[in-house]
């Protein structure tokens, strides 16, 4: 159960409360709604969002000791914000190893500022996933579900734009608040090593992004003939996901299966997908993505796929529109361990929430 970058995070299926099917419909009707603000407007329909972050940070921060604080704060302009991974490695900002439980509880917080209780649940997951994957290994020291780091750039009380990421083996969420003009989020990464944990563990059956692998092939599973053909891009999966670290926007050009070319149950099957990873997030910021989407147009996202038909086997797949790039690789280990990322193309690091506070200030 080798890794090629290493990975995984917690926490057992059982007690995931996942939101319901009907809550999800009720944020993509709200995301309609919206579907014609300007995309400021859409990030900025939430003010609430970007208080509560500050408020948090601002709590995390205070809780820490002056020798931590100076390696949990850095400067706005560090050329770290933008160097995220998902591999074991050290990490700026104070690790969940590093911190009491005041502090620890106060990260959770800042956490609970951005995502959903489905969000929160996999986040929880995926750490315990990498106590999983020690105990399969016999690798616990090296597999460290301790080793989960939160990290802040500038300050969240002032008026400035500031950022903050969360991140560890298998997990790497970035947010970007710009104050009175919004939220930007993404790269967000899930992995999941072992993906399915084994008969003989005690959470034997977890699948951390089950619901998401599920959807994929319900969807490529309902396309035939010629649909089917323009789907898969590849008869062998792509080995990892494509738009990672420091490759964020390498694929610029549409492959697969265009939604306008899908009857509505496949349509529904392709914003299922993204309702799914949008659905980490809280209402007000899943909404927001969602709307985005459908501003940018839904007859231009393209649904790709490569690899097997076949569950078990290593396969791919691929949203992807002008507002939204999903990638979903299992493939490594036996096909029982998944790379998984979310990019918001537009605005990779908050970039163009960026540009529009700094025209917005002048």
């Avoid at 911190?99 to 990260?107: E, G, I, K, L, V």
């Avoid at 149950?265 to 969602?290: K, S």
């Avoid at 998944?338 to 193309?345: A, G, R």
Wanted: zero cysteines.
């Amino acid at each position: 159960m080798h890794d090629h970058d290493h990975a995984d995070g917690p926490a057992h299926g059982h007690s995931h409360r996942h939101e319901s099917r009907r809550s999800v419909l009720r944020s993509g009707l709200a995301a309609g709604m919206t579907a014609a603000l300007p995309r400021r407007l859409a990030w900025a329909n939430a003010p609430g969002v970007a208080s509560d972050m500050a408020r948090a940070a601002g709590t995390w921060l205070s809780r820490l000791d002056q020798r931590q604080r100076r390696e949990a704060q850095l400067e706005w302009v560090s050329r770290l914000r933008e160097n995220w991974h998902y591999v074991p490695r050290s990490r700026p900002g104070i690790t969940f190893r590093a911190m009491d439980a005041t502090q620890s509880a106060a990260a959770w917080d800042l956490l609970g500022a951005l995502l959903s209780m489905r969000g929160l649940d996999q986040v929880r997951g995926l750490i315990t996933l990498e106590r999983i994957l020690g105990e399969l290994t016999g690798a616990a020291s090296f597999r460290d579900p301790g080793n989960y780091a939160l990290v802040v750039f500038g300050d969240p009380a002032g008026s400035a734009p500031w950022a903050w990421r969360f991140e560890g083996h298998h997990l790497s969420i970035s947010v970007l608040v710009a104050p009175e003009y919004g939220v930007a989020v993404t790269p967000v990464f899930f992995g999941a090593n072992p993906a399915h944990v084994p008969r003989g563990h005690a959470h034997a059956g977890f699948r951390l992004v089950g619901a998401e692998e599920d959807a994929a092939f319900s969807l490529i599973q309902s396309l035939d003939g010629g649909v089917r053909t323009r789907a898969v891009i590849a008869d062998r999966s792509l080995g990892d996901i494509v738009a990672g670290p420091g490759r964020e926007a390498s694929l610029q050009r549409y492959e697969g299966v265009s939604l306008a070319q899908l009857n509505v149950a496949q349509q529904d099957g392709i914003m299922r997908i993204l309702e799914l990873y949008a659905g980490t997030m809280r209402e007000e910021i899943a909404t927001a993505a969602m709307a985005k989407v459908r501003e940018a147009g839904l007859d231009a996202l393209h649904f790709a796929w490569a690899g097997s038909l076949v569950r078990g086997r290593p396969h791919y797949f691929r949203v992807h529109g002008p507002a939204a790039l999903i990638e979903y690789d299992n493939t490594q280990d036996g096909a029982n361990h998944v790379h998984s990322v979310w990019i918001d193309p537009r605005d990779l690091f908050g970039r163009d929430l960026l540009l529009t506070h700094y025209r917005g200030a002048h």
